[in-house]
């Protein structure tokens, strides 16, 4: 289902998509990309949690981006949509972008997430293993950066350009406004002080990594697990950066293990 929320007493509207109706609640953060509307890892969550997944400010028809400046804000703002949905606790689930914010909310108020999930999060930078820069990225080059097989029919689908040019200057004017939003995390670097607070993270945490990302590489694993206690790493076969489309049942089942364990 998918609601309007006016957040903050009207600071924020937010998209909210939920999918399940009983089960612990989760809450899943999306990465730079937004949600696709062809979710259906979210959907098949829905089985067994209460799944929250808003668009971020900025993204589709959620609006209030500009109250937010820096991966604070992000956090804080994400800390009160909790309480205004009524779950002060919840399973968090972030993907690239979300799940840096994830890793924040759960460091900056150790109470909020009961269980953490990771897919490939941004947040630390590593010379020896830069990240490609996404935001200059031209949109062929998308496709090999986010995906196993790029050439496979969900990647085709997923970053097509379209030949209609009013649909392409859509997608032109609708890339804009999110990059703008994510830039204030991503842009030039990730590294926004997460190294900093992780420490204080307390859930148990699961970090997940598609074996082929090339966006941001499972190297990256190994600095998320030596700075977050109680964590431990999970890799999926045959999957890139954007794993939950490329193999969305080892992604469902890897979250759902871990969160009912």
Known sequence: MIATHNSQNGKYSIELHTFGKSGDPLLFIQGAG??????GFLEDLGRD???FAPQFPGYADSTGETN????????LFFHQLMDELN????NIVGHSMGGMLAAEVAALDIHRAKKLV?????????????IPDLFAAQLDEIAALLFHDPKSPGAQLMTAIPTDFK???TMYVERVKRFATASKFLWPI??????????RIAAPTLLLWGESDRLIPPIYAKEFTSRIKNSKLQTIKEAGHMMMYEQPEAFVKAVREFLKS
């Open 167 to 169: 649909a392409l200057e």
């Open 190 to 199: 990730p590294d926004r002080g997460l190294k900093k607070r992780a420490y």
């Open 34 to 39: 937004g949600l696709t509307g062809v979710d």
């Open 49 to 51: 949690f209460r799944v």
């Open 68 to 75: 937010i400046d820096d991966v604070v804000d992000a956090a």
């Open 118 to 130: 990771l897919a490939a999060p941004a947040g630390f930078w590593l010379d020896a293993n830069p």
């Open 87 to 90: 779950i002060p606790t919840a």
